[in-house]
């Protein structure tokens, strides 16, 4: 077992070569005291707090909104809370929605780490109910092995990125979308594959609308608020940061290409991302799906969004997100109007096969935790 989860976490044989960085962070004493832990799980549980190194590095893989990381943990012997770091919120989601999801990954990715551990994790959501900014409380259940399924999400945990560049050819792998599907019910969301043909032509219609308006106002609050949180949260070529998105992560040049969803801009015409290398559009564009508009609900469908990219990475599947248009409520009503009829779509995604493994950055465990 122990021998398992260095496997892991060593994954040499593939492109990783921005993974180097984030092993270096993930110590092997961390890995290898859970690995102990999962040789042995007992009845009396984890000292989480002596592993909280491992826990909160997993954790703080997640996706996150620009990269923003908008989270905080405390870790005590026997349970890890996880708080929404408002400090971190954009103001172009004053509602807090893309910061929760955000956290919601995080809370996912942190449920896995104690599956490594060789327990249940049991998430106790919005515990103290005076308390909004405390998402979520997490012990160690009942001891249960890690399942297959399990270790290869973990697995993927290093090269999972949001990918920004082309998808080689090609449909998902065979029964993978299925899985998918399933993964988000099973976090109380849902997965809504738009098929190619009338509802593909649907969707692009509402987003065209929606960037139609956008050119109309350039200078509008909403989107000169946009374009200075976007260069708040980008990073030049070479920039060391540990947060925000950095130039080898995003395009030149937002892609506008026929088949492709429109892209937010990252480089605002300065000339720091990659080529736009176009390739095939994606072979599956979906929409995820929250059961309604409260804080309980983007915080499962940020679960949901880490457990679908996961299962999906571990297939070296990769995803493009979209949430910019989803700001609107206008778009998120036609959305729901014509494409997914229940509940309360929050993200655009656009997945398809890569071979390769773009991490970006994350500040250190130290700094998003506060032991007890
Ligand atoms: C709630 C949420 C909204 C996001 N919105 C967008 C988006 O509109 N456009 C985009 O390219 N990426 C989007 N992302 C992806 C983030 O930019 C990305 O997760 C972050 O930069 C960290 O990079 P990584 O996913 O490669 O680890 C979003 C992610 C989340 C969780």
């Given at each position: 077992?122990?021998?398992?989860?260095?496997?892991?976490?060593?994954?040499?044989?593939?492109?990783?070569?921005?993974?180097?960085?984030?092993?270096?962070?993930?110590?092997?004493?961390?890995?290898?005291?859970?690995?102990?832990?999962?040789?042995?799980?007992?009845?009396?549980?984890?000292?989480?707090?002596?592993?909280?190194?491992?826990?909160?590095?997993?954790?703080?893989?997640?996706?996150?909104?620009?990269?923003?990381?908008?989270?905080?943990?405390?870790?005590?012997?026997?349970?890890?809370?996880?708080?929404?770091?408002?400090?971190?919120?954009?103001?172009?989601?004053?509602?807090?929605?893309?910061?929760?999801?955000?956290?919601?990954?995080?809370l996912f990715g942190l449920r896995l780490a104690i599956r490594s551990l060789g327990y249940q994790p049991e998430a106790d959501l919005f515990p103290e109910p005076g308390q909004r900014q405390l998402l979520a409380r997490v012990r160690a259940g009942l001891p249960a092995p890690m399942t297959h399924d399990e270790r290869a999400m973990l697995q993927a945990v290093p090269h999972r990125h949001t990918h920004r560049g082309a998808f080689e050819p090609g449909p998902l792998p065979g029964g993978l979308l299925a899985r998918l599907k399933d993964d988000a019910a099973a976090e109380g969301a849902t997965l809504v594959v738009v098929e190619g043909g009338p509802a593909y032509r649907r969707l692009t219609k509402i987003l065209g609308a929606w960037s139609r308006k956008r050119d109309l106002y350039p200078t509008s609050h909403a989107e000169i608020q946009a374009q200075t949180e976007t260069q708040r949260w980008t990073r030049e070529p070479g920039s060391q940061a540990r947060d925000g998105v950095p130039a080898h992560a995003f395009p030149a040049a937002a892609g506008r290409e026929p088949g492709h969803l429109p892209q937010r801009d990252f480089d605002l015409g300065r000339g720091w991302g990659f080529s736009p290398s176009g390739g095939p559009p994606a072979p599956v564009t979906a929409v995820l799906v929250a059961r309604g508009e409260d804080e309980q609900s983007w915080l499962r469908a940020g679960q949901a969004l880490q457990r679908i990219l996961l299962r999906a990475a571990s297939q070296w599947v990769f995803a493009g997100l979209q949430t910019q248009p989803l700001q609107s409520a206008s778009v998120r009503a036609q959305i729901r109007g014509s494409l997914t009829p229940t509940g309360s779509p929050q993200l655009l995604l656009e997945l398809g096969v890569a071979r390769t493994a773009h991490p970006t950055a994350r500040r250190p465990a130290s700094e998003v935790s506060t032991d007890r």
């Open positions: 077992m122990a021998e398992d989860l260095l496997r892991a976490f060593s994954l040499a044989s593939r492109d990783l070569r921005p993974c180097r960085l984030w092993r270096a962070q993930l110590s092997v004493r961390n890995v290898s005291k859970a690995s102990k832990a999962a040789q042995n799980p007992g009845p009396a549980g984890p000292d989480l707090a002596g592993r909280a190194g491992y826990l909160v590095e997993v954790a703080a893989r997640a996706p996150s909104v620009h990269n923003t990381q908008p989270w905080r943990f405390t870790v005590t012997e026997d349970a890890v809370e996880l708080y929404a770091d408002a400090g971190r919120q954009l103001l172009e989601d004053p509602a807090g929605r893309e910061m929760t999801i955000s956290c919601g990954a995080a």
